[in-house]
């Protein structure tokens, strides 16, 4: 089943409210979705969600836009792949490295598109293409963008009582402030609740990052995601941390994951399907965690409903994810289950909400991504 075309356009959700974390300058919400033609009719779909001021330790990976995702995906990368079978997916990938460095979230968007295509073609789920399930369903933590402490506090209770265990809480600008919202939650919500607190590399080095982690700890966090920037620094905080550190920027492919693992600059590493270029790609980070016995989660940019499905069947299909997610419950407008929990976009391109069940998203059982993309949706939100 031959690649016969390869079109990517970008579009923009509306969002429930505004979401930040440390150093994000772009608004969320924007995207490029990717459509895969096959000779026989079957459309895969993928999805991109690219942010120019987000690169990783010391900018060594370069920033994306919705502009620069479709020029390489339309001018480089589609040309390398149209002719090819559309169910060679590490092929593909093979192919995309060799006429592209970088540019991992162009190649994510193909990736997913194909992997869409392959499982239609087969009648099978991607979560099945990827080995099959390990667990009934994906966990889901929710994201609390940076906010005024009583607005964060508000909605960290919200996404509880709507059902989810885990909250990634924003933080990294004012460690001050990060340690008494940690400390409120806590007090709120009891021990139950994983308090993830990921700073973006705002701590400082040395010292100084290793001293904040230790202040959080004391107020309750469960875990700390990327206090600092670099693996020596990163390495310093997690030799003396009491409680886990999580690799986020640090850690964007296979090569960075055996890094991270062999200089133990981390307990847990932090999976994008779009850091690493794809399924392809993160599939070789989830074996390194699971060979060095680290945790993961799935995490991204808070995906439109393609991406999050993707998202999801990796989670079902991958041992070492044991961490919550960092990802939405996709559904569209005036259809979500949730009031707060999972709930970042007042609308989604997808024809029916994704189900969920005990903050937990279930699996996507239908061939491909598991949904119906509403292309008229997707044609509404385009941005021309």
């Known amino acids: 089943m031959k ?7 970008p579009f923009r959700l509306p969002v429930r409210r505004d979401f930040k974390w440390a150093g994000l300058i772009a608004d969320l ?5 990717v ?3 096959t000779e026989g009719g079957v459309t895969g779909f993928g999805e991109a969600t690219p942010l120019p001021d987000w690169g990783g330790d010391w900018g060594r990976r370069c920033g994306e836009t919705q502009a620069s995702v479709v020029q390489m995906i339309e001018q480089v990368l589609a040309p390398a792949l149209v002719g090819l079978d559309a169910t060679a997916v590490t092929a593909a990938r093979a192919a995309m490295d060799r006429v592209l460095i970088g540019n991992s979230y162009a190649k994510c968007a193909i990736d997913i598109a194909l992997h869409d295509a392959w499982g239609k073609i087969v009648g099978q789920p991607v979560y ?4 099959g399930a390990v667990r009934p369903s994906v966990p889901v933590a929710h994201m609390i963008g940076l906010m ?7 909605e960290g209770l919200g996404a509880v009582a709507d059902g ?11 460690l001050a402030r990060d340690v008494r919202l940690v400390a409120a939650l806590r007090r709120e919500l009891g021990p139950d609740i994983t308090l993830r607190l990921d700073a973006n590399q705002g701590y400082g080095h040395g010292k100084a990052a290793t001293q904040a982690v230790l202040r959080l700890a004391e107020a309750g966090a469960s875990l700390v995601e990327q206090p600092t920037t670099g693996l020596p620094f990163m390495a310093a905080v997690t030799a003396v941390a009491p409680l886990p ?30 850091k690493a270029g794809g399924f392809v790609g993160a599939g070789g980070v989830a074996r390194v965690a699971a060979a060095r016995k680290m945790a993961c989660d799935v995490n991204g940019s808070i995906e439109s409903a393609i991406g999050t499905a993707a998202n999801v069947h990796f989670a079902l299909a991958h041992g070492a994810v044991t961490l919550g997610a960092v990802i939405a419950i996709s559904a569209p407008a005036g259809t979500h289950p949730c009031r707060i929990a999972g709930r970042y976009y007042e609308d989604d391109v997808l024809a029916a909400p994704m189900a969920v069940a005990d903050g937990a998203i279930l699996p996507l059982d239908a061939p491909g991504l598991g949904i119906t993309v509403d292309e008229d949706k997707l044609a509404h939100y385009r941005c021309h």
């Open 3 to 9: 690649i016969t075309a390869i079109t990517a356009f």
């Open 29 to 33: 919400g924007g995207f490029v979705a």
């Open 35 to 37: 459509r895969v033609e």
């Open 128 to 131: 099945k293409l990827l080995g």
């Open 148 to 154: 005024h402490e009583a607005e964060a506090l508000d």
């Open 164 to 174: 989810v265990h885990a909250l990634q809480i924003k933080g990294g600008v004012d």
């Open 245 to 274: 550190i999580i690799a986020d920027e640090s850690c964007w492919d296979i090569h960075d994951a055996l890094d991270v693992a062999e200089r133990g600059a981390a307990d847990c590493l932090s999976i994008y399907l779009a």
